[in-house]
């Protein structure tokens, strides 16, 4: 079963809104087996609407379209879609009942603008929208489906999630999708690819996509078929044969963040942990923060912006600054030995670099970077080279030293 | 002007990520006078690639497409491209030298995959893409142009920003369309808009657009006309009237974040800061820090995420904690007053308060937050109480403190 998502509305074609409705759709289609052939956005233009339908309901089995549903002057894809299926508007009692509802549970008054929503395409059947006054339309012509939807987040995930996904799925026959995201962190796209070898042979048919972000590399593997058992086989197979060649990469599957995984060490372990942040600015607290339950591990973060705050609160020699510079192997190893100490943890973590645009030298680029960690049986610090913009060296740091932590928490060399 | 905006890989058809190049582009055409027609979204898929630009390419006299110019297998752009202008790929010394920079930058070797992306469309101009391996590449026919971009956003801005945008502006004719965003902290979208009072009369044929986010609502005015003079009288009129009815909201312009207001107003008044931080976790260092110079006002942060470390380190006496709970006022003003006298700083800067998911109690909800400041004359703490998930209260959070910040550096009310 194949399916077209349909986003209308200017303020998409302008740039004010980022679209999240087609990504939420696209999602809860694929996991039911309803594959996403294309997404279209246009403006509130009736021509343009009109082409966007014909040419997506031509190819397709399913299509959803959003926006443009609400009562004001420049919603237009109620009439579009009557025109589209040659349908007449005509009041529903069914809306009225749920709007009259809707404003009393509101404090809100009926209006004119109320009035013209309880219009309904006469050939259409209702999609409900539990929580707005617009409703939902579906046509049905020949075993296809057509979808409009309100492009107010809220009620089309409801719609979706409610009406839409259950529907459909009844509807999708011998048609299987399965999705799997390793996590990697560490390597470059064309390291990896380095050294998963020969793809045809390693993928036996499924599918796999390298996803790059400034904070790892991702690989999703994808198999489709008609038998939910032999694609599950398969993807389990792709996902051992992936690990065999890159496994002390891959910290977590899906959506698992590296301060998830971290937290996770840290917590089956009884480890504490404390950082102190000169690059990366409070970066790394804040992502282990970002994880609930990280009270438990994480006792204290540090940001020694300054050279005195290093050399007072953390205790580095200040000889050692003079001598090695502030970004340098031994000043790393001593913040990191330094936060251990003074929050009293099992582990300390630390970073130093030159983040840009200023405060590179002849000997230290910009974007050179020290993560430096420390427990009861060893301190070291590790160098690191990275490119782009001061927000990039801070985000890129931040990963490494979290990953640093976790290798180190495996014993991955 | 019109253009269309096509935007390649599976990774949007599953919905794995949200789309947030085309908000980028769109908003950049925007500003010079091209206008968005149509956004386009299809797969790694030759046939739906081709069909995509063909229609494309009839309709409108700018295309930008970006996805897909990887190294990798499922990167089929440059392919299809040069399938579509009918031209064959060759070795181009510019994209290699530039990638032998890069690769010697950040200590990586050269290698197949580098090889591959040295190939570039005879027929082409080279787009530089200062930022990466992949280079753009331009079709110019007929007064039309063709863009193929990478989809990593950084590059993609890159190159949007630094060749796209100046070189098309030159091409747009009897257009002048201004935009500026004036950027408010600390009140929200509806109350704005009742302080603002009666937009037709206060914009006089300008438009006015209201961009909530997490961390404030944006006002952009936008003009658009014949006459660069003209225009820009309006917008500046525009702008001072806004500024009469809500200038103390007003943090900023454009691109400037509250960061960067508040380095400003440090480093004029010559004022110096440290901040501790529980709830939020090391953003507010964070964001502090992504300033170029911020060294020469922050000295220290410090993430007291443990009751233990807040009496400790910061000398809260543990019997305001037993007493007032962690998260309350008292707590907060000796959190701001311990760490500007450890920190020896001008300005102490607090948050407390309970992120969630977990936390909560009958008298301290979810998203309750404390912020405390302290500096030579005063120290007093302010209640906040924020909606959302963990990773949004604290967003919030941190931009709350630092608009406290603001407004108490500027005597504001």
Known sequence: MKSE?????????????????????????????????RMTTVGDDMTAILEAFEAAWKHVDVVIV??????????????????????????NEEIKLHIQELLKRWNRQWSALSEEQTLFPQKAQLVPNPVGTAGGILFEEDGKFFYVLPGVPQEMKEMIDKSIVPFLATHVKNSV?????????GISESLLANQLGDLDELLQGAKLAFLPSPTGVRLRITVHGNDEIAVERLLSEVEQRIRAHVQKYIY???????EETIGNLLTSRKLTLAVSESCTGGLVADKITDVSGSSNYFQQGLVTYSNP?????????SLLIEQHGAVSKEVAEAMAAGIRR????????????IAGPTGATSTKPLGLVWVGYSD???????????????RRVKERAAQAALELLRRRLLKIE
């Open 309 to 317: 705050s290093k050399v007072d609160v953390l205790g580095v020699p």
């Open 252 to 258: 977590g599957t899906n959506l698992e963040e590296l």
């Open 66 to 91: 959003t926006g443009g549903l609400g009562p004001t002057h420049d919603d237009i894809t109620k009439k579009a879609v009557c025109t589209f299926f040659d349908s007449d508007l005509a009041p």
């Open 342 to 353: 003074i929050a009293h943890t099992d582990i300390g973590l630390s970073t130093t670099g």
């Open 177 to 185: 999708i399965r999705h799997l995201t390793l996590r990697t962190s």
């Open 376 to 390: 009861a049986e060893t301190t070291f610090a590790t160098r690191y080279q990275f490119g782009g913009d001061r």
């Open 5 to 37: 998502i349909i986003t209308i509305g200017d303020e998409l074609l302008i740039g004010q809104i980022i679209n999240t409705n087609q990504a939420y759709i696209a999602e809860q289609l694929n996991a039911i087996g309803v594959r996403v052939d």
